[in-house]
Structure formats: C-alpha cells, structure tokens
C-alpha cells in the first residue's frame, strides 16, 4: 500500500467520525486536506463525495422521520445553486481554490468564535431558511463548504442534537448526488477502485463507532475544537494561495 493511499484513507476515516458527530466532516475537513496533497478539485470531490453519501444516507435512514421542513425545500432552493456554482468553478471562474476556501473557513471560524454574531446569522438565516439553502447551495457547489452555512442554518431551527444532525445529512445526501452526478455527465469523475473502497470504509465506521460515539459526545467541547480546525485550515490554505 502507498503512502498516499494510506493518507487518504486515514483522512476518510478520521473525517467519517467527524460527520458521524456534526453531521459534517468530510467533505468541509476532507476538501481543504486534499487540497493541500495537491490533488486536483475534480479528484478530490470524487474521493469524498461517495464516502459522504454513504454516511449522509445511514444518519437519514435511522432518523427519516425527524426530516420535515428539509424534505421539499433542500431540493427546491438548494440543489440547483449547488449545480450552478460547481460549474462556475469547473469551467468558467480562474481564481485559487486555496484562497477562495480559505478565505471561506475563516469568515466561518470568525462567526463560530462570536456567540452574537453567530447568534444573529442564526436568526437571520433561520427565519429566511430559502434564502439561506440557496446561499447554501451555492457555497457548497463552489467550495464544497456549505456545511459552514448549513450548521447555522439548521442550528437556528433546531434545537435537538439528533434532530440537526439528521437534517444536515439530509442536505449533505442531495447536495453530495447533485455533484457526483454533475461530474459524471461533464466528464470530471475520476473513476478508480480507491472510489468504490471509500464509501465501504465510511460506511464500516459509521456503522461500528460513528453511531456510539454521537450518543456520549460533549457537544461543547467538540464544537470548540471543530472551529479551531477550521480557522487552522483557512490559514493554511490563504498562505498556501500567497
């Protein structure tokens, strides 16, 4: 086994508990790392997105009925920005991913670490939920970020930890098909074996640990440390774009 398949394999499954906590993961951690071995944007969304879809759809599966206001209006006002802004990076804006996403990590750290301000955007983009999923949508075909709105989103609804965690996955599933098969029809899907292993592992985990692990989480101290990751990432990659 090389070096680098064993990095991404460490990095799926370290993200795949992640996700299995917050309901995001490894796609707003997964991209940024991937990124940074240099992979290409196309290259990285087919490594991760597939790996998503799997834990997105095993969080929906065992709690659909707590997915009501998201069933409709996730497929309405958010998949089609995801499309619009995934072909605006594929094939028509030139501007660094680095930069972009980076700049991206650290408005959402920024809003983490300001109880107020990340108060006041959940009321906001609660109250106006249509336009926060087409904000959403649009982030996340761009940078693969909308997680980062997606939280504050469903946090300004929701107060129950299963109930957000649910309706994030729901979001995450769709948004995740949307881009898989957006790639698939322009030709950027990188087709490999390392592709079908991704999803199997995720799914192992999630299955075997991800599940007891969201039911004895601290939620404070995770949500500490998720937003020191995040301002660590946007660091990173803004000094990487210089």
Avoid: C
Wanted: proline share 2%.
């Amino acid at each position: 086994m090389s070096l680098d398949l064993l990095f991404l394999i460490l990095v799926v499954s370290f993200f795949t508990i992640v996700q299995s906590i917050f309901g995001v993961g490894l796609l707003v951690f997964g991209t940024p790392t991937l990124l940074l071995m240099d992979y290409s944007f196309p290259e990285t969304l087919s490594y991760l997105l597939p790996a998503s879809i799997v834990v997105s759809f095993l969080q929906v599966y065992n709690s659909w009925d707590n997915v009501t206001l998201y069933r409709k209006n996730v497929i309405l006002f958010m998949l089609p920005m995801v499309g619009f802004g995934l072909l605006l990076i594929l094939f028509i804006l030139e501007v660094s991913l680095y930069l972009v996403i980076g700049i991206m990590l650290l408005l959402t750290s920024l809003v983490r670490f300001s109880k107020s301000l990340n108060e006041s955007l959940e009321l906001y983009l609660s109250s106006n939920f249509k336009f926060g999923f087409i904000l959403t949508g649009f982030i996340h075909g761009l940078t693969n970020l909308g997680g980062a709105t997606l939280v504050i989103i469903t946090n300004g609804i929701y107060k129950s930890k299963k109930k957000i965690q649910v309706n994030i996955a729901y979001a995450y599933l769709f948004m995740a098909i949307v881009q898989v098969l957006m790639l698939i029809t322009v030709g950027q899907f990188v087709f490999s074996q390392i592709v079908l292993l991704f999803p199997i592992i995720s799914g192992v985990i999630y299955l075997g640990w991800g599940k007891l692990i969201f039911e004895f989480t601290g939620e404070k101290f995770y949500y500490n440390l998720m937003t020191f990751f995040i301002f660590s990432y946007g660091l990173i990659l803004i000094f990487k774009s210089l």
